[in-house]
């Protein structure tokens, strides 16, 4: 087995410990990635979130294990994309690399998301400047959008990704708790690397 998945909730977190880094080591696992699940988990705070992944993380790679998980995306970000060199998004659909063809004909940034892009019979119109696609795609570019403009992780982070914003458009608390979630874990990541960690 190479990867091992584990999502956080409340019921759990209390049993989420070096135990699992060790089960994990002891049957094989190379990589393993961690969430929280912070839709329905609403007692955990941003700050027990950042500590578990800082103590399991560290953990992880004492044994030679890779250990990263979503709130990890702006620190990669951060420490190995510029604008200059590349342009970069939080996830491949918003970079523009991925696009799901559906059984109705519709076209979809990702399997995941709601948001309808294009037709497949009109597959080149995807790619106009003015398409749907663009247009997407633009406004998450950073700069252009304004939830974001001023973050101080918005050019690593530019908003997360598409499903995240449309599952918590309705819900402003879950929004904040999951930005606080991605400035924290990034601060401490730096903190680490600078460290030597
Ligand atoms: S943390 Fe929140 S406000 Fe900051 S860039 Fe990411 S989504 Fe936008």
Not at 13 to 40: P, T, W, Y
Not at 95 to 124: A, M
Not at 133 to 149: A, M, T, V, W
Request: proline share 3%.
């Amino acid at each position: 087995m190479a990867l091992m998945l584990v999502t956080v909730t409340d019921k759990n977190f209390q049993l989420i410990d070096e135990s699992i880094v060790d089960l994990a080591k002891e049957i094989g696992v190379k990589d393993m990635a961690m969430d929280f699940d912070l839709v329905r988990s609403t007692g955990i705070t941003t700050e027990s979130c950042v500590e578990k992944i800082i103590l399991l993380r560290r953990y992880a790679h004492q044994q030679g294990l890779n250990f990263y998980g979503t709130w990890e995306t702006p620190y990669r970000n951060l420490m190995s994309s510029s604008w200059l060199n590349t342009p970069h998004a939080f996830c491949p659909a918003m970079e523009g690399k991925t696009l799901e063809f559906n059984v109705d004909g519709s076209l979809k940034t990702c399997g995941h998301t709601n948001t309808v892009v294009g037709t497949s019979d009109k597959f080149e119109d995807c790619f106009t400047p003015n398409s749907k696609y663009s247009q997407l795609i633009e406004s998450r570019l950073p700069g252009n959008n304004d939830f974001c403009k001023g973050c101080e992780i918005e050019g690593s982070c530019a908003g997360q990704c598409q499903v995240t914003l449309e599952s918590s458009r309705n819900d402003s608390q879950l929004v904040e708790k999951m930005c606080q979630l991605m400035i924290a874990t990034t601060q401490r990541l730096v903190h680490e690397y600078l460290e030597g960690r």
